[in-house]
Structures are given as C-alpha cells and as structure tokens.
C-alpha cells in the first residue's frame, strides 16, 4: 500500500491511498471462508457451504467491505502518525474513477482534509476584564424564601383574586363591538397573574367566583406569543388571535406558603440539620450566594469567550472543505441553513482550538473522576426540578456512569470539563478588574 500526501495551500490536503491486490488478497479470502463456516444456504449442510460457492454470490460485496475497512484504518492510521491536525473528518474525492471490483484491482483512492491553523493567541496580564462581585439584596433573597416555601406550600381556593394567584376560567375571544365572536377562540383555562403585565393585573385583582370581564385585552395583558398559545390551547401552526376578550371566573387558586417549622426543614436540608428561622434563613442566604456567584462565573465566560473571539477573527480556516464536511454530516442541512450558521460555526471552533492549545502548552489534565462528577452535577440539578427528594449518592453514581455510557453525553461533558479547566486556568493569568454590583444591577446587564 502507498499513501501520499500533497499539500493545496495551507489548509487543504489531498491524501492518495493506492492499494494492490496483495494488499487486501488475504483478507478477502479470510473473509469469504470465515462466512462459508456462518452460511446457511439451501441444498448445504451448515457450515459445508464451499467458500467458491459464496465468493461467487457475495463476493464482491465482502471485497467491497474489506477494502473500506482498510481504508478507514489506513487514513486514520496515516494521520495519526504523522501528526496532521485535521478539522472534521476526510472527505472522498469525487472523481470519474470506476472501479470493475475484481479481486485482482489496483484501486486508488483520493481524501481532502480540512488541516487546523496554526494558533498563537497569547493570554497575558496585559489582557482585563471585569470580574463582578454580586451584592445580593434582602429582596432577592426574601423572593427566594417565598418560592421555596411555596414550592412546598398547599393550594387553597380564597374567595378574592391577589397578585400571584392563578384564575381558572372561561376566555371568550370578542368583535370589535363587544359581541361574541363566530369561530373565534373559546377556551377554559388557567391564568397565573405573575406572567400578566402590570397595568392589566389591576383589572384582576379584587374578582371573585363567576365575576365577568366583559373586555380583556389579553394579547396586550401577556405580551408573550408563546405564553398567549399555552393560554388559549393553539394548535401549532393557528394565528394567534388580535382581539379582546370576555373573561369569566370560574375559580381562584393559590399556592399558600409552607410553614416554616421543623418538617419544612427536615424536607429541605434532612433531619435536623436546620432548627431555626434563623439558621434556615443562613442557609437560603448561603445558596443564593452560591447561585450569585456561578451567575458571575458565568458572565465572565461569556465575557471571555467573546474577548477570544475578537483575538481569533483572523486565524484562517478551510472554509470551503468544513462547509462540505458539514453538509455531508448533517444530510437534512439546507444551504440556507448553512450561510446562516456557519459564522457562529467558525467562531466556535476557533475558539476551540484555541482552548486545546492551552490545555496541551499547560498540561492542563483532564481526569475521569471530574467528568464523572460533573454529570452527576448536572443530573441532580434535572432530577431536582421533578422531585424535591434528591437521589442518594449511590444513586446519583449509577446514572452518571449509565449516562456517560452514551458517547454523545461523555463527549458533551469532557468538553464542559474541558472548558472549565481552560477558564480557570485563563483566570489567573489576565487581569480581572473586580467591580461590586448589587444583584438587580447585573441582572439588567444580561438582558
């Protein structure tokens, strides 16, 4: 076998894989044997079928196989040893070449590779960003108390609407004139007043059991087409409705916030480990501290991710090749789709290959233990929105490793990992200027 390599600028390569019938004879025949002993053909005794006999009915497609199996390992192979850093994968030449498949053929073969730029994007203390130091506010913390004791709370039906119950009810969509309208939206349904806007919860408040709003500006009061759908049960596909509505209350509900003794405590933190108002307060006060802090976190990756983008909006890339690697990936992308994505495309990867020279010039390791514990992280958090009761360690254990089994989580989580490792690593090399910020302050900086 001979494989060569000719270089097409400097991002682009064609590999030329020539193989000869001494190359691939052996398997062939070894394959032809080895289905002979499998067949099951009528008129033979399993496992006498004459190797003849099923070289001449399959034949070609086990050499077919065979020289795509040494393909494959002879590319991958060839790669490997000469250190090529590709982008995507290698793509078959098309050309007029056709082969008769006869088990004496000299076949040639032709790859082009995506070849990755070389990166020489430094990160020093000359490099600044801001780092916040989020200040949270009794507001945001007494809004947290609240949603965990309602989260743990009992519904009850009161007799008068306030802010934060939820109407069940009858929505009527109306004319112009106030009359009903033919063929128009009729729905019964639920309204929780905290995603209704501000002017229009006024008109709310206060009714009661089989009061009517004879004229609801719904559409004005959600301001939101995909909570508006939910509302009125649309089908996928159907308008959304313009007009006014007639609102009819058929029942109030409220979640009323758990007590706070020591059963809410027990259920939220395990058996007495919190014993006072006081200490459950800290305990809230401490983890919204935690959650302010991964908001900062966040911000500043994002921040950096974005500051790496403007430094590596030079590097080159085999534009034309990724684009075809793309489309041979992913059978069902449009060109439309293609043009429209491939910028954040690009810039991701750069930015990626940028992360994996950091990771390899400071042997930043990436050990298994902390894959394994990141997706356990990240299973709690989902088991967590379902189900109040959290999972034992043990429990937590198995999914993860059941999770990482699937190729497409471990390699989703290895590049979290990854990520996170280059973060911290980038954070003790620029300059983050520290900035204090009150809670509602930071949240406008992430509209």
Do not use: C
């Not at 006014?244 to 916030?257: A, D, M, P, S």
Request: hydrophobic content about 35%.
């Amino acid at each position: 076998m001979n494989i060569t390599q000719e270089k097409i600028g400097d991002l682009n390569a064609i590999v030329t894989v020539k193989i000869s019938p001494e190359d691939y004879q052996a398997k062939v025949e070894k394959a032809i044997k080895d289905q002979a002993k499998k067949a099951k053909l009528p008129g033979f005794r399993p496992g006498m079928v004459p190797p003849a006999h099923i070289k001449k009915m399959y034949g070609k497609s086990i050499l077919v196989d065979e020289i795509n199996n040494l393909l494959s390992e002879s590319v991958n192979n060839y790669i490997q040893e000469n250190n090529l850093q590709i982008l995507g994968q290698p793509l078959p030449k098309e050309d007029d070449t056709a082969f008769k498949w006869d088990f004496n053929d000299e076949f040639v073969f032709n790859y082009e590779l995506g070849l990755a730029p070389e990166i020489n994007i430094e990160f020093n203390s000359k490099d600044k960003l801001v780092s916040y130091d989020i200040k949270v506010d009794d507001e945001t913390l007494n809004s947290r108390i609240k949603n965990i004791r309602r989260s743990y709370g009992k519904m009850t039906n009161p007799e008068v609407v306030e802010a934060g119950d939820v109407i069940f009810g009858d929505l009527v969509e109306l004319n112009d004139d106030g009359s009903e309208k033919e063929g128009g939206v009729k729905t019964t349904t639920s309204l929780r007043l905290e995603i209704v806007e501000d002017k229009a919860q006024k008109k709310l408040i206060g009714l009661k059991k089989d009061d009517v709003v004879e004229s609801f500006d719904l559409v004005k009061a959600i301001n939101d087409d995909e909570q508006l759908r939910r509302i009125l049960k649309l089908e996928e596909g159907t308008e959304s409705p313009k007009g006014k509505f007639k609102l009819t209350v058929k029942n109030v509900n409220r979640l009323e916030e758990a007590d706070l003794n020591q059963e809410f405590y027990d259920k939220l933190f395990g058996a007495d480990a919190v014993k006072t108002e006081e200490e459950f307060k800290a305990k809230i006060a401490e983890e919204v501290g935690a959650m302010v802090a991964q908001d900062a976190d966040r911000k500043l990756a994002a921040d950096l991710y974005q500051y790496g983008s403007e430094k590596t909006a030079k590097i080159a890339l085999p534009d034309e090749f990724l684009k075809r690697w793309l489309k041979v990936v992913n059978k069902e992308l449009s060109d439309e789709e293609l043009d429209k994505g491939y910028e954040d495309f690009a810039k991701n990867l750069k930015w990626t290959l940028v992360e994996n020279k950091i990771v390899k010039d400071n042997n930043l390791e990436i050990k298994y233990e902390e894959v394994l514990e990141t997706a356990k992280q990240r299973l709690d958090a989902q088991f967590r929105m379902y189900s109040p009761q959290a999972l034992t360690e043990e429990q937590l254990n198995q999914y993860a490793v059941q999770f990482l089994q699937e190729k497409e989580n471990a390699n989703r989580i290895f590049d979290e990992v990854r990520a996170q490792k280059v973060f911290d690593y980038l954070k003790n090399v620029i300059t983050l200027d520290k900035k204090e910020i009150d809670y509602t302050k930071f949240q406008d900086l992430e509209k």
